[in-house]
């Protein structure tokens, strides 16, 4: 009878872990922020999946590469629901507020806190801000098209 008693307790405890579990509540895919040009607002590719509706929280930092602390970061609260349309939210749209990006290379790390505690994060890809006039109508540098380049964060 004990037996039976701790696989039925197990198997409830291992149902609770699951249902805290992030991917039972949201996915992100990708968070991508297009190189551009000071001063504009880009639209970011955010690409997000939820599963289940729910009340979480979320934090942007966006870091400087080769900086340890953020140069700029946002924060709010809403609900995700599975109902909702997702668009191409702007960058200042989606950190929740404006930052002024000097010249350099950046990414961005987002938090999202969910009921329990549960947290997803991610990380986007690097992108530049240039100059007014560095970005040529396919989005390439004009004078640092197809150089490889390596960052490590």
Same mark, same amino acid.
């Given at each position: 009878?004990?037996?039976?008693?701790?696989?039925?307790?197990?198997? +409830? *405890? /291992? @149902?609770? !872990?699951?249902?805290?579990?992030?991917?039972?509540?949201?996915?992100?895919?990708?968070?991508?922020?297009?190189?551009?040009?000071?001063?504009?607002?880009?639209?970011?590719?955010?690409?997000?999946?939820?599963?289940?509706?729910?009340?979480?929280?979320? +934090? *942007? /930092? @966006?870091? !400087?590469?080769?900086?340890?602390?953020?140069?700029?970061?946002?924060?709010?609260?809403?609900?995700?629901?599975?109902?909702?349309?997702?668009?191409?939210?702007?960058?200042?749209?989606?950190?929740?507020?404006?930052?002024?990006?000097?010249?350099?290379?950046?990414?961005?790390?987002?938090?999202?806190?969910?009921?329990?505690?549960?947290?997803?994060?991610?990380?986007?890809?690097?992108?530049?801000?240039?100059?007014?006039?560095?970005?040529?109508?396919?989005?390439?540098?004009?004078?640092?098209?197809?150089?490889?380049?390596?960052?490590?964060?």
């Amino acid at each position: 009878m004990f037996a039976l008693f701790l696989v039925i307790f197990l198997g +409830m *405890v /291992k @149902v609770a !872990e699951l249902s805290h579990a992030p991917v039972t509540w949201m996915n992100v895919n990708a968070v991508i922020v297009p190189d551009h040009e000071r001063g504009t607002d880009p639209n970011v590719v955010y690409d997000r999946t939820v599963f289940r509706s729910f009340y979480g929280h979320w +934090m *942007v /930092k @966006v870091y !400087e590469i080769g900086k340890k602390y953020p140069v700029c970061f946002g924060s709010g609260s809403q609900v995700f629901d599975p109902e909702d349309s997702l668009h191409e939210p702007t960058l200042s749209q989606f950190i929740g507020r404006a930052c002024n990006l000097k010249e350099g290379s950046y990414l961005l790390r987002t938090t999202w806190v969910l009921e329990g505690d549960v947290a997803i994060r991610n990380t986007s890809n690097v992108f530049q801000v240039m100059k007014t006039g560095e970005i040529s109508r396919d989005g390439l540098y004009f004078e640092q098209a197809n150089q490889g380049r390596v960052y490590t964060y």
